[in-house]
């Protein structure tokens, strides 16, 4: 997708050095674009828990390229086996919430030989092809998700599409395209007028600081709402649709998102407005069945709600918003059930979220 007019993807091998996989810093952005290095196993974790490289996919493809830097590290190492498989265990622990994370980790895992150079050069390989999986699966994400942003054209004769999204879903969060965001790219390059509401997603406002960013680059129109003025505009008939994105799925259909998806899925079924959720099969977890029992959802530093960032006098400065000793509890993602939700937008096409549908995905 586009910065100043330029295309650019979220993380990338250095084609002239394969030693060095370059990122985009996403914690300083909207107030500074910034691309960085990783250069270590540890790096990748570090990435991944500070939120430096965030959302469901590329926290997976991250995670594989973290391996293949302990693949690299293991050549000095008396161990290289037992080095590699503490490595893994540690970039597993970063976040728990997107599967995406685990099953990297396994992949990479899986291809562990103990010819040093045939073990580079095979981590190397495979951390590229998830990395082209992930690419490939949100850009058919948006060939599908785009029909459904065309028939609500086609009934409101060709007037804006209003789309509602929560937390950042877009190209930030995977390689490029995005997840909820990719059927919006597709529908405004092929002239469909959308506007897009842009849910600030407190407390680290991902919404308003990176969604916001990357669908302005674009030039698509949008505007930011506070969390709680969803239902509101909704219930004005502002809204025709909702795309949310996951970090977990359960088979029988059960979304883990950004806290507050939740929430407007229940004022979106209220208002009979489709609530869609865009997601490649690499976020679902087959294995489980209950979200709401099944999923743990990750409790984040306390911090991130009695603080506020912003950039004032050309700084990105942090300041206190509540009282210094009130207690604070900050649950990262909600679970919204499967009975609430339109359909999932995936790769493979448009399913119900149901069992049935959702285990053809499988193979």
């Not at 990783?38 to 828990?49: E, L, V």
């Not at 899986?110 to 040093?116: A, F």
């Not at 149901?354 to 193979?363: C, F, G, N, Q, V």
Request: aromatic share 6%.
């Amino acid at each position: 997708m586009l910065v100043k007019g330029k295309p650019y993807q979220t993380i990338w091998m250095d084609q002239s050095d394969q030693d060095r996989i370059r990122y985009i810093n996403q914690d300083i952005l909207p107030f500074e674009f910034r691309i960085e290095e990783m250069h270590s196993s540890a790096d990748g974790y570090d990435m991944i828990r500070t939120m430096k490289v965030r959302g469901a996919p590329l926290i997976g493809v991250t995670a594989a390229f973290g391996i293949y830097m302990a693949c690299l590290e293991a050549r000095q190492q008396p161990s290289p086996l037992a080095y590699l498989m503490k490595q893994a265990a540690m970039i597993r622990e970063a976040r728990p919430t997107a599967v995406n994370l685990a099953r990297a980790v396994d992949r990479m895992l899986g291809i562990m030989t103990n010819d040093p150079d045939q073990l580079i050069h095979d981590a190397r390989a495979e951390a590229l092809k998830i990395r082209e999986e992930e690419l490939h699966a949100s850009y058919m994400i948006g060939q599908h998700g785009l029909e459904i942003i065309r028939g609500i054209s086609e009934s409101k004769n060709r007037e804006p599409v209003n789309i509602l999204t929560h937390c950042n879903a877009g190209w930030l969060a995977c390689i490029d395209y995005g997840t909820a965001t990719s059927p919006i790219y597709r529908a405004f390059d092929e002239q469909i007028p959308v506007h897009v509401w842009v849910d600030e997603t407190r407390p680290r406002n991902q919404g308003a600081r990176l969604t916001a960013w990357e669908l302005g680059q674009h030039g698509v129109p949008h505007t930011v709402i506070v969390d709680n003025a969803g239902g509101h505009i909704m219930q004005k008939g502002m809204v025709d649709v909702v795309i949310t994105g996951s970090d977990r799925t359960t088979r029988h259909g059960d979304v883990a998102n950004k806290i507050g998806t939740y929430l407007k899925a229940l004022a979106a079924r209220d208002n009979d407005i489709p609530f869609y959720v865009a997601l490649p099969v690499s976020t679902i977890d087959f294995d489980i069945a209950s979200g709401i029992n099944e999923i743990p959802i990750e409790e984040r530093d306390p911090d991130e709600v009695r603080v506020m960032e912003g950039i004032s006098d050309s700084k990105i400065q942090s300041v206190r918003i509540m009282p210094e000793d009130s207690p604070v509890s900050n649950y990262g993602f909600d679970v919204t059930p499967a009975g609430l939700i339109s359909g999932l937008i995936t790769e493979k096409g448009i399913c119900k979220a149901s069992e049935s549908e959702i285990m053809k995905l499988k193979d």
